[in-house]
């Protein structure tokens, strides 16, 4: 079973409707920091900041000394923003045009 179908089941459509239920920052922060750990949401914070300055055009060097993300991070983040599901691209864009 590849990751896409195993994302494609109803226990992580009722997770994905949770989380499209949440109304503000305050309550997505209160669900995240109960479902995540610390490191986790930190993890998810950096990569969100290496695809945006990714996409604004900042070099690797540049993105690690603001991020402090290694190189295989970014790197990773980059091959998903090129080769992905447009997920990055998605948020980025709605997130500019709020």
């Known amino acids: 079973m ?16 949770a989380v499209l239920s949440l109304q503000d920052r305050d309550e ?11 490191g986790e949401l930190l993890s998810i914070c950096q990569r ?27 790197s990773r983040v980059n091959r998903t923003l090129n080769y992905g599901n447009d997920g990055y691209d998605l948020v980025i864009e709605r997130h500019n045009n709020s």
């Not at 990751?3 to 409707?17: A, I, P, T, V, Y």
């Not at 290496?50 to 993300?69: C, F, N, P, Q, W």
């Open 2 to 17: 590849s990751k896409r179908d195993q994302l494609e089941n109803q226990s992580m459509n009722d997770l994905f409707d």
């Open 28 to 38: 997505c922060r209160a669900f995240l920091e109960d479902v995540c750990t610390v």
């Open 48 to 74: 969100y900041q290496v695809a945006l300055m990714l996409r604004d055009g900042k070099t690797y060097s540049e993105i690690a000394g603001v991020t402090h993300a290694s190189t295989a991070t970014i």
